[in-house]
């Protein structure tokens, strides 16, 4: 899969593609819908397959003081994506001039000039253009006067058909801890991708070291700790007894994800980590003393290693 920066500049080799347009945010079950069956489509038309996407998302830009949000950064993206059987990924960089072209320049110069599309497939909600004044009828008709063909996809139900998948169902079971939610809905356990950064050392001072992230953009599960699964650089994966919040025992006021891997012993500091949050154990909590947060830290570490084998 080739990641393509400039699609409104598209080498000639992906363009005549079937392209999936979205922003895909966490690339849920649904979504894995839409990128199979466009595969599916281009594979039978033997031209090339593409995901149509927007970095930064819209809404980091539109209303950017609003509480973090996003399932997945655009490295997470890459890596999900990574066996998908997409020729390319298409990302157009998304900005305020962006999103004031009307739907009739979006269409001509990003899917007409640039990828010169031969099918689009969007979910049935899809807007775009300026004030998000275009729509899936807009874009069907569009599609007629250039040559291209539109497909809506239908919405992707959980199992028993009693709700819809989609990336705004999943936030709520995460910022409410239902890590075993959202990963129905996801397809896979929640995921959380950074850096290790320097902390102030307290979970070394009580004898639990822990490797740190920022949240940065990602979204803000519910705070507490929770048994997960940390993947490392090399491929190995490891226990983790993880904290995300603020640390109000030691007076903390920054939002932090801590994640203390069970057996390990090593120097993670700036290396890329995954964290994969597979229970909710306990709310976080302010405890009387350093001996008590110590000795419910224990616990919660007992509670990781008997629950994920």
């Known amino acids: 899969m080739q ?11 992906l363009q005549q593609a079937v392209v999936a347009l979205g922003s895909f945010d966490g690339l849920h079950t649904g979504h894995q819908a839409i990128i199979a069956e466009t595969v599916k489509r281009a594979k039978a038309a033997n031209i090339p397959a593409g ?19 996003r399932l997945t950064s655009l490295h997470q993206k890459l890596h999900l994506l990574k066996d998908a059987g ?5 990302i157009q960089r998304f900005s305020r001039a962006f999103a004031a072209l009307s739907p009739h320049n979006f269409i001509q110069q990003l899917l007409v000039d640039g990828i010169k599309v031969k099918e689009v497939l969007v979910g049935k909600d ?3 253009g300026h004030r998000r004044q275009g729509d899936v009828a807009l874009l069907a008709e569009a599609g007629k006067a250039h040559g291209f063909t539109v497909n809506v996809m239908e919405d992707v139900g959980t199992e ?18 239902e890590m075993a939610d959202a990963a129905a809905l996801l397809g896979r356990p929640y995921a959380i991708m950074g850096r290790v950064i320097a902390g102030d050392r307290k979970g070394r001072e009580l004898g639990f070291p822990t490797a740190n992230l920022r949240m940065n953009a990602m979204l803000r599960p519910r705070y507490g700790v929770y048994a997960a699964l940390a993947t490392l650089p090399d491929g190995t994966q490891h226990k983790a007894a993880v904290n995300i919040g603020i640390r109000p025992t030691v007076s903390g006021t920054r939002e932090l994800l801590e994640a203390h891997l069970l057996n390990y012993t090593g120097d993670l500091y700036g290396q890329p980590i995954t964290i994969v949050l597979q229970r909710f154990l306990r709310p976080e909590q302010k405890f009387d003393s350093l001996q008590s947060l110590k000795a419910q830290i224990a616990q919660d570490v007992a509670a990781v290693a008997s629950f994920i084998e």
Not at 60 to 66: F, K, R, S
């Open 126 to 128: 899809f807007i775009f």
């Open 86 to 90: 997409l020729d390319a990924l298409y």
């Open 160 to 177: 028993n058909g009693h709700r819809r998948i989609s990336s705004t169902a999943i936030r709520e079971h995460i910022k409410a801890g």
């Open 51 to 69: 995901l149509l996407s927007f970095e930064p998302h819209p809404r980091e830009v539109l209303t950017p003081d609003a509480p973090p949000f």
């Open 3 to 13: 990641v393509i920066r400039h699609p409104m500049h598209c080498p000639e080799r």
